[in-house]
């Protein structure tokens, strides 16, 4: 039995064992890409709990930075990065329900795919910022263009990165504000966390009717913290399937694959992302597997993984993990 079948969407989902739909979310069909995630743009989807979406992506810059000529600063305005696609509306869809998005592919999009990094001032973790005000130079401005497929990340002559694709951007809508692209929350947003990735099911609360669903910022690899502030950004086609859980009310997005359970953070300071997904994990364990509240914070003292997803954004995300092998009854 594969690991899908007993996963909390495929046990809970209302689509499940329905008639999968496919769509396809094109650049034509999405025309105007968002960069913030509200109740307030008009849907360029309606699909109902089961269906699947072939989403083509563009890359954090939108296309922007073609050479390694380009310089950011020229080329971008802030903060006019990371284009999402949507808003998608799930049929059903409401206050205190979840939408489950699981990703099947990401593959690079283009005649000649290339993937994008850069250097950009006052961006990134080792360098003053607007919110880590400092008195030093910005770091250098620097382009790198990067051959990508389905195997590799070609990142220079000397070394070959593996093909590690994720989203870096998922959300569905706030209940009221529209919040940037740049700005993960209990929402969802820009959480940058490598494991959102093919195999993943990412669990969403619905705070708007239709849960309206974004997606967008993709990466070909990136590691822990995003350090520099940039991954390599690429346009794909990601294939998702989207369900959707009634009734399940939880507070910031989680996430599942073969391995792991996953509560999700976002904040400023870095500890209170921390706080944030660990909280939300114990809370997990205790109403879902049967943990006492006590024992599981201990346990989870000495079995507990963390996920660094970004730690330069205006708030930092953090995935606090458990493995599912510690969860099953004896």
Same mark, same amino acid.
């Given at each position: 039995?594969?690991?899908?079948?007993?996963?909390?969407?495929?046990?809970?989902?209302?689509?499940?064992?329905?008639?999968?739909?496919?769509?396809?979310?094109?650049?034509?069909?999405?025309?105007?890409?968002?960069?913030?995630?509200?109740?307030?743009?008009?849907?360029?989807?309606?699909?109902?709990?089961?269906?699947?979406?072939?989403?083509?992506?563009?890359?954090?810059?939108?296309?922007?930075?073609?050479?390694?000529?380009?310089?950011?600063?020229?080329?971008?305005?802030?903060?006019?990065?990371?284009?999402?696609?949507?808003?998608?509306?799930?049929?059903?869809?409401?206050?205190?329900?979840?939408?489950?998005?699981?990703?099947?592919?990401?593959?690079?999009?283009? /005649?000649?795919?290339? &993937?994008?990094?850069?250097?950009? *001032?006052?961006? $990134?973790?080792?360098?003053? %910022? #607007?919110?880590?005000?400092?008195?030093?130079?910005?770091?250098?401005?620097?382009?790198?263009?990067?051959?990508?497929?389905?195997?590799?990340?070609?990142?220079?002559?000397?070394?070959?990165?593996?093909?590690?694709?994720?989203?870096?951007?998922?959300?569905?809508?706030?209940?009221?504000?529209?919040?940037?692209?740049?700005? /993960?929350?209990?929402? &969802?947003?820009?959480?940058?966390? *490598?494991?959102? $990735?093919?195999?993943?099911? %990412? #669990?969403?609360?619905?705070?708007?009717?239709?849960?309206?669903?974004?997606?967008?910022?993709?990466?070909?690899?990136?590691?822990?913290?995003?350090?520099?502030?940039?991954?390599?950004?690429?346009?794909?086609?990601?294939?998702?399937?989207?369900?959707?859980?009634?009734?399940?009310?939880?507070?910031?997005?989680?996430?599942?694959?073969?391995?792991?359970?996953?509560?999700?953070?976002?904040?400023?300071?870095?500890?209170?992302?921390?706080?944030?997904?660990?909280?939300?994990?114990?809370?997990?364990?205790?109403?879902?597997?049967?943990?006492?509240?006590?024992?599981?914070?201990?346990?989870?003292?000495?079995?507990?993984?963390?996920?660094?997803?970004?730690?330069?954004?205006?708030?930092?995300?953090?995935?606090?993990?458990?493995?599912?092998?510690?969860?099953?009854?004896?």
């Amino acid at each position: 039995m594969s690991w899908l079948e007993t996963s909390i969407m495929n046990t809970l989902g209302v689509g499940r064992g329905g008639k999968t739909v496919t769509h396809e979310l094109t650049e034509a069909k999405q025309g105007k890409y968002h960069y913030t995630m509200g109740p307030y743009s008009d849907p360029v989807l309606h699909i109902k709990p089961g269906d699947r979406v072939i989403v083509e992506t563009r890359d954090a810059f939108e296309g922007a930075i073609k050479t390694e000529q380009d310089m950011p600063t020229q080329k971008l305005k802030m903060p006019f990065l990371n284009p999402q696609n949507g808003p998608i509306m799930i049929e059903g869809a409401e206050k205190g329900d979840v939408v489950a998005v699981y990703i099947e592919t990401m593959a690079p999009r283009g /005649p000649n795919p290339r &993937g994008t990094c850069a250097m950009i *001032p006052e961006f $990134g973790a080792l360098t003053g %910022t #607007y919110y880590t005000a400092t008195l030093n130079d910005p770091l250098p401005e620097v382009v790198r263009k990067i051959n990508v497929d389905e195997q590799f990340v070609y990142w220079s002559e000397r070394v070959t990165l593996p093909y590690k694709p994720h989203i870096g951007t998922l959300s569905c809508s706030p209940e009221i504000d529209s919040i940037n692209s740049l700005t /993960p929350d209990n929402h &969802g947003g820009n959480m940058d966390l *490598p494991d959102m $990735g093919p195999g993943s099911i %990412t #669990y969403l609360p619905v705070r708007s009717p239709g849960g309206r669903l974004f997606i967008g910022d993709a990466h070909a690899c990136q590691g822990d913290g995003e350090v520099c502030g940039v991954a390599v950004e690429y346009p794909t086609v990601t294939t998702i399937r989207v369900d959707l859980i009634k009734g399940w009310n939880i507070e910031w997005p989680r996430l599942e694959n073969e391995e792991v359970i996953m509560a999700i953070g976002s904040a400023r300071p870095l500890e209170d992302a921390a706080r944030i997904a660990y909280k939300e994990l114990v809370l997990w364990m205790v109403k879902n597997y049967g943990f006492d509240k006590w024992d599981a914070y201990m346990m989870l003292s000495q079995c507990g993984k963390v996920r660094l997803g970004n730690f330069v954004d205006p708030k930092y995300t953090v995935g606090a993990a458990i493995s599912k092998k510690y969860l099953a009854l004896k």
